[in-house]
Structure formats: C-alpha cells, structure tokens
T-cell receptor, first 111, second 117 residues
Framework: AQRVTQPEKLLSVFKGAPVELKCNYS??????LFWYVQYSRQRLQLLLR??SRESIKGFTADLNKGETSFHLKKPFAQEEDSAMYYC?????????????FGQGTTLQVKP | EAQVTQNPRYLITVTGKKLTVTCSQN?????MSWYRQDPGLGLRQIYY???????DKGDVPEGYKVSRKEKRNFPLILESPSPNQTSLYFC????????????????FGQGTRLTVV
C-alpha cells in the first residue's frame, strides 16, 4: 500500500543548529515526492519537489530510493523556519495524480 | 493572482444542519480535491475530481458529497454534519497529471475551520 511516514510529530532545535525532518515512503511505482510547508495561520505551500533538485530557503531534500526516504535538511535553522512540514507522495499519472501526505512534523526553532 | 479560494474561513454549526463549503480556482486546473487536516493524522483526502462531472472518493469520503459542474468550482457538501466532522478543511487544485513533472504542484486554499456542535 502507498504510505508516507513522518516519524517525528515535533522537532525542536535552537537557531543555527542543523535540521533534518525525516520522511519515508512506501510505493511500488516511480515516486514523485514533495515537501509542503504550512506557516502559522497560512495555507499549505510547496517548499520543494525532488524532481527539480532545488534548494529553497536553504532547505534541500534528496530522494534515496534504496532507503525509500526523502528527508528534508537545512544546515542552519532560522526562527522563521518554524512551521508544520508535510512530506507528500504523488502517485503516477495512471493513478489520477493523487497526493498522499505524511502526518506532518512541527518544526520549532528556538532563539 | 493565481489562487484557490475557500469560503467560509470559519464555521460553527449544529449537528444535522446541511452546509456547503465553496472552493474556486482561477488557474484552469483540471484536478481538484478536498482534504481534512486532523492532529496526528496529517491531511487525508476526502474526494477528488479529475475534470468537470468527474468525481471520485478519496480515503475518507463518508458523510461528504461533492460536485463539479464547472471547472473552476468544487464545493464540499455536508448533508448532515456530525461532531466527528469537526476539522480543518483544505481544497487544492493542480494541473492534470501527465502534463510534465514541473506542472504538478498542488495549490491550496486558505482552509476552512469547521466546528460541529
């Protein structure tokens, strides 16, 4: 079955510390993975997608097919990074393009 | 400005009183969906639509209905709301799958916080 797992509900770090938000997926097809972010009282918005291999706001994420992981990393956390982060798996075009979300991880960056 | 608009943003209602949450997008997207967000459960898909007059159940469709009479609108209908439908609801839209990886981003509405008492 297709599944996305984010094992940490809450991750609390100090400003300037490295951050890694974990995401593991289960999918037999070719995965398309995203990280979405939800700042306080705002809508979800796309942070980055694995296909473009980009760095947004200092965050990067590498798809590891061997470990079926797509962890989100940032070397130096900032207070404005505090938000809820969702990892999402998009099923292939033959599956209507449905998005499956993980449970979400709240990142709290302390001053 | 490209956006997905939901209304209302907040709603408190009583058990059994029918309600509709509207969703509208101005990006000419074919694919639209509704999610509910609950603590510890993340976002779960309620219903989705691949185009006008084409809708299907997501993971948690019980107690909900949708319609897609026009491409831009995808209302969520609760015929007889119950307290377990108290949640934060998000509408999302995206381009049709298969139109290129760089075009598959989902755009979300601001959310509707529903309380059923």
């Amino acid at each position: 079955a297709q599944r996305v797992t984010q094992p940490e509900k809450l991750l609390s770090v100090f400003k300037g510390a490295p951050v890694e938000l974990k995401c593991n997926y289960s999918y037999s097809g070719s995965p398309e993975l995203f990280w979405y972010v939800q700042y306080s009282r705002q809508r979800l918005q796309l942070l980055l997608r694995h296909i473009s291999r980009e760095s947004i706001k200092g965050f990067t994420a590498d798809l590891n097919k061997g470990e079926t992981s797509f962890h989100l990393k940032k070397p130096f956390a900032q207070e404005e990074d505090s938000a809820m982060y969702y990892c999402a798996l998009k099923l292939g075009s033959g599956n209507t393009g449905k998005l499956i979300f993980g449970q979400g991880t709240t990142l709290q960056v302390k001053p | 400005e490209a956006q997905v608009t939901q209304n209302p943003r907040y709603l408190i209602t009583v058990t059994g009183k029918k309600l509709t949450v509207t969703c509208s997008q101005n990006m000419n997207h074919e694919y639209m969906s509704w999610y509910r967000q609950d603590p510890g459960l993340g976002l779960r898909q309620i219903y989705y639509s691949m185009n006008v007059e084409v809708t299907d159940k997501g993971d948690v469709p019980e107690g909900y209905k949708v319609s897609r009479k026009e491409k831009r609108n995808f209302p969520l209908i609760l015929e007889s709301p119950s307290p377990n439908q108290t949640s934060l609801y998000f509408c999302a839209s995206s381009r049709k799958p298969g139109q290129g990886f760089m075009n598959t981003e989902a755009f979300f509405g601001q959310g509707t916080r529903l309380t059923v008492v």
